[in-house]
């Protein structure tokens, strides 16, 4: 099991762009777990990690985007970019286990900090925004 939790729409921040790429996400972190489930073939596995790597990657890309729109003092998002890079490199290392064998341990340590790194510090972020005037909300709380 590599994520515990589907995706649920109470994870929804009210904040369009965001939710939908967190959907995408989640989407992708549960045919990872299938697969893992199946005994997938581990080209596969690795093929969907990486996958998933990169749309993690352009996602904290967008979120420091968004926090870079913001004033010194509005929001600090020295900790919540330091989660997601902390993601970033213990996804790099599942990869790296499953090329020489796969690690269950690890796999489940990336699944343990996912949703963490992913969804739950940017709710800060998007109250920051919001009250910033950078962005509206969507669909509001
Ligand atoms: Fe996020
Ligand atoms: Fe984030």
Do not use: N
């Amino acid at each position: 099991m590599f994520i515990g939790i589907p995706w649920d729409d109470s994870f929804s921040l009210g904040f369009k762009p965001l939710d939908e790429q967190h959907k995408q996400i989640f989407g992708v972190t549960e045919e990872i777990d299938e697969m893992l489930r199946l005994s997938a073939p581990k080209d596969l596995v690795v093929g969907h990690f990486a996958r998933l790597r990169q749309m993690l990657s352009e996602h904290f890309d967008y979120e420091r985007d968004l926090a870079a729109s913001l004033e010194d003092g509005q929001y600090a998002y020295k900790a919540h970019d330091a989660c997601h890079q902390k993601l970033l490199i213990d996804i790099d290392s599942v990869i790296a286990s499953l090329e020489t064998g796969g690690s269950d341990a690890q796999i489940a340590r990336c699944g343990g900090e996912f949703f963490e790194c992913v969804v739950r510090h940017d709710g800060d972020m998007v109250s920051a925004l919001v009250h910033a005037g950078r962005i509206k909300l969507s669909d509001p709380k």
